[in-house]
C-alpha cells in the first residue's frame, strides 16, 4: 500500500520538515460554507506555529517581500475550489507584508497568460484535497499542473512525474508557502470528474509547510484513514498516489517519509485521523 516501502528508500534528509495541522470546529457554516474569520485565525496560527513567530505580520514579512510579484496559485474545480474566503484572507496577508494590490495574482487555468504569473518572484500554493482518477489524489504537487502547455502529458503512469514540472523556470525555487485545504475533504470517487456529495466529509481543517511533498504526504494519510473508518476496512487509493512518493525519490522535490516529517497538531482535535 502506498507509503508503506521500508524507511531506506525515502529520500535521506538531516532534519524533519515542519507541518502544520489545524483545526476548528467552527470553521463551516450550518451549510458548511467557510467563516471568513475563522479562516483568517486558523491561517494566522498555522503560519505563526510554521515560522515561530509571535505575529501573523511578521510571519508573513519573512514568507513574502514588498518587491515581491506574487502569484497565488488557487485551484477551481467546480465541485470543490479553493474558497474564496481563503483567498481573501491569503491576499490581506501579502498585503500586509508589503506587496502592492496590482502586483498579486490569484488564478489556476490561465496561469499562462497571467502577466503576474509570468513575472512572478514568488508564489503561494492552495488547493482543496480530493481523490483524483489520474493522480490518485489531486494536492498540492498537482496543483501546478496549470503551469504545462499540455497538461495531459503528465497522465501516464498514474502522473508519476509530476514533481518535474516543480523544477521548471517558471515555478523552480518560488514558492513560499504550501497550504493544503481540509475544511471538506473529498475522500472517494470512481471515474473521471468524479463527485459524489456523500464522500464529502467536514474535516475543518488545513495543512501548511514549506514541502509539497511532505504536506500532500500526512493529506494522503488523512484521506486514507477516512477512507478506513468509512468503509470498514483498508481501501487503498485506485490509483495510488504514487507521484507523491517519487517526488520524493526519484525528484528530490522533498520528503514522503512520515518518520522524517514533524507534524505539528493545534486546535480542534476530535476525529483527527492521524
Known amino acids: ?8 528508500l525515502f529520500a535521506q534528509s538531516e532534519k524533519k520538515t515542519r507541518v502544520v495541522l489545524i483545526r476548528n470546529k467552527d470553521v463551516l457554516d450550518d451549510r458548511n460554507r467557510p467563516r471568513k474569520n475563522i479562516v483568517r485565525q486558523m ?4 503560519v505563526k506555529t510554521l515560522l515561530n513567530e509571535k505575529t501573523p505580520v511578521d510571519a508573513w514579512k519573512r514568507l513574502i517581500k514588498p518587491t515581491d510579484i506574487v502569484g497565488v496559485k488557487s485551484n477551481e474545480w467546480r465541485f470543490l475550489p ?23 495574482g490569484i488564478d489556476d487555468r490561465g496561469v499562462l497568460e497571467n502577466s503576474r504569473f509570468l513575472n512572478a518572484t514568488a508564489l503561494i500554493n492552495v488547493r482543496p484535497m480530493r481523490t483524483h482518477h489520474w493522480a490518485g489524489v489531486g494536492s498540492l504537487i498537482k496543483n501546478y499542473i496549470m503551469f504545462v502547455k499540455e497538461p495531459s502529458a503528465y497522465h501516464p503512469d498514474s502522473c508519476a512525474d509530476l514533481a518535474s514540472i516543480w523544477k521548471l523556470p517558471l515555478v523552480q525555487g518560488k514558492t513560499r508557502l504550501n497550504i493544503l485545504v481540509l475544511f471538506t475533504p473529498l475522500f472517494h470517487g470512481i471515474g ?56 520524493d525519490t526519484r525528484h528530490q522535490l522533498g520528503t514522503a517519509d512520515p518518520q522524517k516529517i514533524n507534524l505539528i497538531k493545534i486546535g480542534w482535535k476530535e476525529d483527527i485521523l492521524i
Do not use: Q
Open 82 to 104: 479553493t474558497p474564496r474566503e481563503l483567498e481573501i484572507v491569503i491576499k490581506e496577508r501579502i498585503m500586509d507584508a508589503g506587496v502592492s494590490k496590482r502586483h498579486i
Open 1 to 8: 500500500m502506498y507509503l508503506s516501502s521500508p524507511n531506506e
Open 43 to 46: 491561517l494566522d496560527e498555522a
Open 192 to 247: 473521471p470528474h468524479h463527485f459524489n456529495p456523500k464522500y464529502k466529509w467536514a474535516y475543518r481543517g488545513l495543512l501548511t509547510g514549506f514541502d509539497p511533498v511532505a504536506v500532500d504526504s500526512i493529506g494522503v494519510h488523512i484521506l486514507l484513514a477516512k477512507r478506513k473508518e468509512y468503509f470498514r476496512e483498508v481501501r487503498p487509493l485506485n490509483p495510488p498516489p504514487k507521484h507523491i512518493f517519487l517526488a
